[in-house]
Structures are given as structure tokens and as C-alpha cells.
T-cell receptor, first 111, second 111 residues
Framework: DVKVTQSSRYLVKRTGEKVFLECVQD?????MFWYRQDPGLGLRLIYF???????EKGDIPEGYSVSREKKERFSLILESASTNQTSMYLC??????????FGQGTRLTVV | GDSVTQMEGPVTLSEEAFLTINCTYT??????LFWYVQYPGEGLQLLLK?????DKGSNKGFEATYRKETTSFHLEKGSVQVSDSAVYFC??????????FGTGTRLLVSP
């Protein structure tokens, strides 16, 4: 079974903190993605990566950065958390244009 | 850039009714098209996909046909069940393996 694991299910952080969200996949997938899911807005792509050390901006990259030093791990970084970054964050991975597998999500609250 | 537009919900149907959820896309080149489903309290999972024009994806009684001339990928099911109640997301994978989602359509099926 493909597994995409996100490091936390729930996270509460203070405004201005640096926040790290970790995602690990175990199927040797080239592609990895970070989305945020908000009611009425669907899934919005923050960043994606199609290879180690490669990263591409998605539709809403402002306030975020990413790191992919190893093929199986894709980290999302909030450099200085703000309340408008309170959201559900979803990580996914896929093999080329195949099915994407999703983690269970991290619900981040910034207070 | 690449984008997906799908009909707003919620779509409310009685059991055994016919379902259509509209999805249109904008993309350069020839993207792959997907429908994902999110059941209450669960993560996203692939429902069906199509990788080239005129392909029909099908799964669990759901179908969608890749229509290049109308840039559409509408989801249909002949007879819905209460267990089909979920949020349905249309998605495309275009250049650089970028995976983009629509805003989602909530389906509510009553007995």
C-alpha cells in the first residue's frame, strides 16, 4: 500500500513563528505536492516538486517555501506564520501523470 | 495558467436519481484529467481518470469522457446511492506534472 505520511494531524502555532510541515512517501514517487484546503475554495496548490532539489511555485506560494533534499521527503515551511495561514494542509505524491496519493492532512491553527 | 472550473454545490438528489457534475478546464497541451472523491472524515482518493481525448474513465458506476473540443470532463452516474454522498473534485495534470484541482462539488443523496 502506498503511504503518504504527514508529521502532525493537528498543530497550533503563534503568529510570527516559523512552522515546518513534513511529508514522507514510501513509493519512490517523483512528484510531490503541497495544497491547502479551505471551505469553498477547494484545493489550492502551494508548491510542487518533480524531482529531488527541484521545486515549482503553485498558485499561492506567497508566505511559504519548500525543501526537497531527499526523494521521499517534501517539507513545507511557513517562514513567519500568520492567522490567514490557518487551514488544512494536504501533501500528495504521484508517479509522473498517474494517480496522486494523499496524506491525512495537517490542520494548522495560527493564533 | 492551467485551471479547472466545476459546478458549485451542494447537489442534492434522491437515491437512484441520475447525477451530472460539470467540469471544464483550461490548459496548454494535452493534460491528463481526473476525478477525486473525499468521503466524510476521509482523505482524497482517485475515482477515475482519462489521459487523452475521447478516453472514458469509469469506476464504481461513475463515468467521465475527456472531450477536447469542449474542454470538458463531466462526471455522471446513472443511479446514485446514499453512500455516494461526498465531495467530488475535478483535476488536471499539465506541464511539469503540475496537478491542479477545482473547488469541489458536494453531493448529498437522500433515501
Amino acid at each position: 500500500d502506498v503511504k503518504v505520511t504527514q508529521s502532525s494531524r493537528y498543530l497550533v502555532k503563534r503568529t510570527g513563528e516559523k512552522v515546518f510541515l513534513e511529508c514522507v512517501q514510501d513509493m519512490d514517487h517523483e512528484n510531490m505536492f503541497w495544497y491547502r484546503q479551505d471551505p469553498g475554495l477547494g484545493l489550492r496548490l502551494i508548491y510542487f516538486s518533480y524531482d529531488v532539489k527541484m521545486k515549482e511555485k503553485g498558485d499561492i506560494p506567497e508566505g511559504y517555501s519548500v525543501s526537497r533534499e531527499k526523494k521521499e521527503r517534501f517539507s513545507l515551511i511557513l517562514e513567519s506564520a500568520s492567522t490567514n495561514q490557518t487551514s488544512m494542509y494536504l501533501c500528495a505524491s504521484s508517479f509522473r501523470a498517474g494517480e496522486a496519493f494523499f496524506g491525512q492532512g495537517t490542520r494548522l491553527t495560527v493564533v | 495558467g492551467d485551471s479547472v472550473t466545476q459546478m458549485e454545490g451542494p447537489v442534492t438528489l434522491s437515491e437512484e436519481a441520475f447525477l451530472t457534475i460539470n467540469c471544464t478546464y483550461t490548459a496548454t497541451g494535452y493534460p491528463s484529467l481526473f476525478w477525486y472523491v473525499q468521503y466524510p472524515g476521509e482523505g482524497l482518493q482517485l475515482l477515475l481518470k482519462a489521459t487523452k481525448a475521447d478516453d472514458k474513465g469509469s469506476n464504481k458506476g461513475f463515468e467521465a469522457t475527456y472531450r477536447k473540443e469542449t474542454t470538458s470532463f463531466h462526471l455522471e452516474k446513472g443511479s446514485v446511492q446514499v453512500s455516494d454522498s461526498a465531495v467530488y473534485f475535478c483535476a488536471l495534470m499539465g506541464g511539469f506534472q503540475k496537478l491542479v484541482f477545482g473547488t469541489g462539488t458536494r453531493l448529498l443523496v437522500s433515501p
